[in-house]
Each structure stands twice: as C-alpha cells, then as structure tokens.
C-alpha cells in the first residue's frame, strides 16, 4: 500500500501520449484477480508497441511543469482511447459462437455433429488467440431440445489432446456423465464417441456441456456451449419475446461474453415494451457479478430450477458453473451498459474491454 | 504447496522480536488474493521500523535453541502488537467518509454539489494514500432523497482526469445515466455537469453513486457514496432505531470499510433491544463475507428490491457491485467483532487491520 | 493475453514421457488468483520468439514433427496421469480429520478436551504439511451436541503461539465469544482456558469452532471444525440416512475437502433411494462453488438458519464463514464426480486434484 502517493505521473505519461509501463502497473495492482492483471499485460504491450523506448524516455527526463493545458490533453488523450472503443462497438471479428444448431433427425433422434478442434479465434479486433473449439466455435454450437427428447451426441476429436463432454447440469444415466476413467474412457486424438440419452422430464431450463478432461485447459480454451432444455409446458414468465445466453468466461482468452471481449461483445436487443430472458452461464474460474443499468432483472431459475418466487436486484453474481435466468422488461428506452462488476474486468485506463456490453431498447 | 515445511522458524523469528520477511511472506502466500498479499506486505514493512538490518542479522546467524521461555517471548511479542491495534480501536484519523449532506432546496428541488479533486486520505492511522474523493471524502457524502423528490446534483471537476457520474441501481432516463461516450460526454477537468432526475417512485432503497469513467482506477481510489431512496411509506420491518452504511471497498487503500482501515475504523453502536438496519455495499473488486459475532442477521433488501420473503444468516456474501440491507435485532450485550470472513482481508500476524470493526451492545 | 500461441509444445512435452515443470506453469496459469497472473505473464513473455535472448535459445531447438503416433503418445501420457489419480481413489494417507468425538460428561455437562498442537498431516498421499491441529486432526474432531445441552470445552495451547477458540455462528454470552483482547486474554503457549455455555435453543444447525487469533494463519493451518447443534424437534425434511460434513480450505495445504486433497479424499457414500444431507462449511479465504454431477441439491439451511423455501440447485457458491445444508435425493445409481467448479481448484493437466471426491449411489 502506497504512502504519500503521488497521481502526477500518470496525468503526464498521459499527456506525453505515452502509456508507461509505471503507471500501467500501479493500475493494474488494483484489479482483483490474476487473469485481470494478466488480459491487461496482454492489451497493454500490444497496445504499444513503441512502449520501450519512450517509457525509458519519460523516465529518464525531467517532468514539464502541469498546466491547465498539459492536464486537459492528458484527459483528451485518454478519453480519445475511451471514445474509440465505445464508437468501435460492436467491433466486427472473426467468427461467432453460440450459434443455435438444428440438429439431423435420425428415426426421431435429435443427432447433433460436434467436432472438437485447435482453432485461432479472434476474440476481440485484432487479437488472435489459441483456442479448443466445437465445430469451429467459442462458445460452441447452442443446443435446445425438449423435455423428453432422445437425444444423440456425436463427438469427434480432432484435437491433439483427448476430450470427453460432460451435461453440465442434466441429470443422466451416469454411463453418459462424460467423465474419463469414472464414465467412460477418454476419446483419443483422432477418434469419435457417441451419447445417446433422453432430456429428462423434470430437468428443463439452462445447462451447458463442455469438456471434462484436463478440463482446467479446456473449457478455459473453449470447450464449452449451451445446453438447454425446453419445458414442456413453459411457465406464464417465460413467455418472452427474446431469449439470450450470455455464457462468461475468463481464461487464456481473457475476459469474454459469448467467446469475445468488448468492443466485439454483441450487443443484445429489444423494443420499448417487450420481456428478454437472459441466460447467465459461468464457464470461467471466477465470479461475474454482471450489472445492468437503467433496469432490473427479475430472477426466476438458478441451473435450471425454479426458484421458490422471483426476486429482482440489478447486480446479480454468477459463480463458476452456475446458470441464472432473468427476465427484464424493457420499459426503458436507451442503450445501457450491461458489464460485469469487478471493474477490473471490465474498464482499464485504456476505456472499456473484456466483459462489457450493452442493452439496446428501441422505442 | 510445501512439502514437510516447518513452522519452527516463524516462532523463532517471533522470539527475536523480528518479524522475518520469508515467515511473513509465507503467511502472506495464504491469502486468496493479491491484493491481500500487497496490502500486508506495507502494513508489515510500515509496522516494524527494526525490519531491514535485524532481519539480516536473523538470516545471518544460527538459530537459537527454543525453549519455553523463549516460545513463551515470542508469543507475548505477537500478542503485543494484537493488543495494540485493538486497544487503539476507534483510532483518530484525519477526515471522515459517508457524512450525510444535507441539500440545498432550489425551487423544490433537491440540489446536491459534488466536487470531485485529488487529495491525501489518512487510511489508517499515519497511513496517508493518495485519493480521489467527492468533497473530500471518501466515500462521498452520503446522499438522501425520498421517492419522487426532483434531484439535482452539480459535479465539479476538479481531477487531472475526466469523469463522470453514474447512479448504480438508479433506473434513471437514459441521458442521466452517466456513462461518458453512451449517454453523455465526459466532464473534462476544470469543467461542471449537471444531472436532475425525479427520484423513481418504487426503486427505494440501498443505491450508490460513482465514477463511470476510468472507473477501475476513480472508484478504486474514492470516488463513490452511497445513494439512498427513502420509500415514502417504509415497511414495518424498516422501522428501526438505527440506520447504517458499510460501503466495502478493496482498491489502492487495501481492505477498507467506509474509507478507513482497522483501528480506524467507525464502531457501530446500539443499546439493548435496539433493532438495526445495516446497508452493505460493495464498491471493490473483490467478494466480502461479511460476519457478525453474537447475534444474526435478518436479510430484507438486495440492490434496494425486496426480497420475497426475509432470511437469516450470520455471514453474509457481497460481491462488488451489490448492495444487500440486514437487520439485526440487538439482544445480546457486548462488544461483538464484525468483520470481513477472508481472513487475510481481516488479520495478519501483526494483528488485526483491514475490514474489521465491532457492533456494540450497551446494557 | 497471448497472440498467435501454439498449443503443440505441450503434447510434445507430454509425448517425451516429461511433465515439464514449464508445461506444468502454463497449466497454472488459469487458476483465479494473484500468483496465476504472474506465472501467466511469463509465460506470455516466453511465448513471444522475439522476446529476448534466453527465451531465442529455447526455441532454437527444432521441434520434433507432429505425426498421429506422436500425439497419440503424447495424448497417452497425459490420460495415463489422470488415470493413475482416478484409480488411486480413495487413497490412503495417515490421518483422518474431522472425527465425531464423543464428550466426557461431568454432572450433565458435555465436556470435550482439546488440545491443539503443531503437527505434519499427510494431506495427498505422501504429501507432508506443517499443519496446526486440534487433537492431531485436520479438521479437528467433529462437535456435536443439542440445543440447550451444557457445554464445556477444556483448551490446551500446546503451539508456540497463543490462540482462542471462536464459535463461529453460535450465538453465546460475550465473554464466551473467543476474541483475545475483546472477549478474553489470549491463551498463551502451555497454558489452558475452558470454555462453558449452554447452545442456544433456537440457534440449531450447521455452526463452526475455529482459531480467532492470528487466524489468516491457524485457520489457514488447520484450526478448525464442526460445531453441530442438532434441533431438539428436527424437520421432516432433516431426516436422512446420511449426515455428512464437507469442510472446504485452500491455505497452505492447498484445496482440500476435510483437510484432504483429492485422491485422498473421503468419497461420500448412499443407497439407491436414500436421503444424504450435506453440510458445506468453508473455513478457506476463496469461494468454492460445488458442483454435484448426476443429481440436483436442495438447499435447506444457511448458516444453520432455515430458508424460508428449500430451493434447487446443482452448483452451490459457498464463500468464506458460510454454512451451507443440502439434501440430495440419491435416486441416480452410480460414482458421481462432485467437486469446486472452479476448474483450477479441481484439475490440472497431471489429472484431478484438490477439491474433488464422488458421491457414491449403489443400487
């Protein structure tokens, strides 16, 4: 902890147009979680690549005296940097995740194709990341059926490293819980493995599959997707006019929504009037409280259950492995921030990144 | 994780009076959290002013043979500064966070004026760290209004960094939601904005105010307050003797309730059968559980919304952007520690500091 | 945050038949706190090619060429790691904690004797930690008694620092509340200091006895246990045909459930159509979200207290200080994996580690 601090030098750094390294540090020590520090090491070298040398030069040289106009280019210096990201959003990148999957019927069996492969994925403009994928993306394929359906899984590996899916969430006959040497044997590089299962009665609402093998590596690569049941008859609050899933995550790619960080996070949208259901998914290692301005979110299922009555609140934190569904009635015209809590997850000096998006109400 | 470590040399270092680095840091390596860590790391080297040279001399010469005296030395050495710190509990510091403002009334308006300036905020006792604070304060100014009551509050900035206000939990038409480059442009230094806003009639209760811009590094450093929405026809369960706001915050300042760290921390006090309400908030990175010895806590409200039915529970998890009211019916006499269940946001060996305070119950 | 990384040197580590301690970081690297961003940072560094000289003296080695038997080795290696964890489970190591202890009772009071010491505990199969233990157990012995029965418990400090004993969440007379300096003197080494009180009626439930005196540490080291109160008149709902206690830590001795590491975790045990309730209590500084494959929870109890409805789940956030009370309905035949969902918190690319052990349903 500081004593005698002083905030000078940043506002400098700033108005020098140079983004120390110094000053990025003390920054960053105030962000609560590792991966924090660590997404903004990543944006901060590449964000700079003249870094080296200049900061060697703010360092070595004697600071200019502040002065009105030094202090307001530092701001407009760093403002610049906010407004480019806002203006940039939704930043166009390479490939989307969570794409809903229509899946083959087979004599009445939904059949879904999963491919499991080393990808670069593009999680926000520019950065290009290693990542696991299902059929090509992070999250992958979203997957809906319905209470009582038969269900079958295909998975291939074409990885360099063996897999296995797990139901996050559904209640199965445990030879199809996907958990190598306890379930079932690991499926190697190279081959294919079958699960075959009916969606229980009983067991609708948000689940999510993913890997359960050197799972730590995986899912964090990206191995993950939706899985979602329908009920057969749907409650009167489930009566939306739409439904979205935000799956978090918060590994080596940083920290994302739905597989990108923000200005590529997609922006979620409705009319003056109309219900959204938002499906919280938490595939990362930390908790996401996610904040929703200018209106709140009625909490009706936590995985997938019910609870016993809806409750509101506007900051609701989603821990690793958790699904929380809320409903909001959009009666507030307005685009709204829509951004996790730990701020450090969200904003750095440099504007806004990682888990940030918005709410769009048309009127 | 170690294999067959000692917990001999701790002792011995203690014995000595010397509080070694390598024990402290091993201790340090508990906390969850690398704030925790930094945060102690000060603390201690700030606290044992014999550290550099003695340390050496430590580390230099052969260990002494222990024996009960010297074990029993060293115990009372720890126990000397756990003393310290609790009998210096409420310590004096300069400057006081969270002091309800009273409003200017212009034309039925409730006028509250914020400025918004960099100073040096005394932490805990003789710990001066560089701040960013509404008035002064940190937090702000505690501000209150009842349901429908026209608001105004005029922001001067007087930062070397733009900012802007955002009130959290507030649902607020869209161009007074205080999000630079969304719904408004940001407040350059030296310069003013207004916001006015009619207090939403049903949207009562624990809100906050804060920076929304470069918001990991103004909200880290002070730029919060509470926010309260008195309902105009509070329920019976709100009728309490005593009304208070623990804003939680984990930043540059460490681990600090309503701005200030243990000893320096502001005791809460009722007599018997006194019913308080308490106001959690979380303006920091990080989850506090917090714990009340000796009575427990009934949950009524979370993020200022009412939940369907009340709850008991004695550690309460607040995650950051949250706020959740408790009552605590007083029926137990005593001082009673209140503090947050992270162990290493609460206590190191040097005793306790942090996110500690007491409730205390006067016959 | 990497750019265009390669995932290929660690199955060619693994390949070689190595655990690369390099491979091993990389892995590390996702887990949530602060010492991941660290190693994560390097790691970043070393993957850049350009970065510096020893890292170009690294990759002038030719990498060998990937070909389908290489990676199938390579994928074997790595299985062949989790498979020896899996099959090893439950796995044998000296001592067990958290022991029902059966109370010496002197004129109808339940007296229980503890002695608390300096101790190495196995906590992985030969795995040797320093731990501090009550009665050479980590937990220390299970604590049960009845509402409104006389309790007495006989510390000893037989440790090289003082100590106190807190009942976490059990409502008793200030003096009895276990905070030196507030409560009570420390007890110093040698020395002893009795406890005696009667559990309240009323305050039944899931409680917890712990070190509240340079508790970051004796907590961390193994200070702790259960303190059951049963209800004099228990629920419907509370009669089960297994009662079990899954203490959760994650100090010095790693993630642990009971004060073991996963594959020396106690698996937990039913009959098909059985009644399990489970009993989280976290005495760590981190949250552990558990998550039980194969069949939901319902939460009964928080912080022994009744919720107002029991409410359903399959992943359960228990944060520090926090009791959480469940039931499952074990009506799934089979082994079910039941673990931290923090995914680091349970596996790394050597296997399953830490916070995990299985739910046994035989038919």
Redesign the interface.
Known sequence: ????????D??VD?ASGVTSRRAFL??A???????????A???N??ASPEHGTAATATTATVKPV?T?AS??A???A??AM??KG??SFPAKTAGVGNQLMTPRIEKGVKVFDLTAS?I?WE?SPG????A?AYNGQVPGPQIRVREGDRVRINLKNEL???TAI?M??V?????Q?G?????QP?V???ESYTYEFTAPVGNSGSHMYHS??????Q???GLLGAFIIEPKEPRAIEKVDHDYVLILN?????FTINGKGFPATQPFTAKLGEKVRIRYMNEG???H?M?L????MTVID????A?????????L?I?????WDVIVNCN??????FHC????H????HGMFGMVT?LVVAK
Do not use: Y
Not at 171 to 175: G, I, S, V
Not at 293 to 296: K, Q, T, V
Not at 302 to 305: E, P
Not at 346 to 349: C, H, N
């Open positions: 902890m500081p004593t005698e601090t002083s905030l000078t940043t506002s700033l003390r920054t020590s105030f962000t609560a979680a590792g991966a924090a520090a660590l997404a090491c990543g944006k070298a590449s502040e009105p202090i307001r530092s701001a407009d760093m403002d906010h407004e806002i203006k080393e670069q999680v950065q290009m990341v290693a696991m360099k490293q063996s797990h996050h969430g209640e199965l006959p445990n030879d819980d958990v190598p040497f306890i379930t690991p190697k590089p190279g359960h093998h050197n799972a730590a590596t899912v964090g690569l918060d590994g080596m790619h940083g290692m930390m908790i409280p904040h301005h200018g209106m709140h936590k995985d997938g259950w609870q016993p009555q809806p409750w509101k609140c506007d900051t934190n821990a690793p492995g958790e699904r507030n015209p307005g685009t709204w921030a809590h730990i701020l450090g969200a904003e750095s000096d918005a």
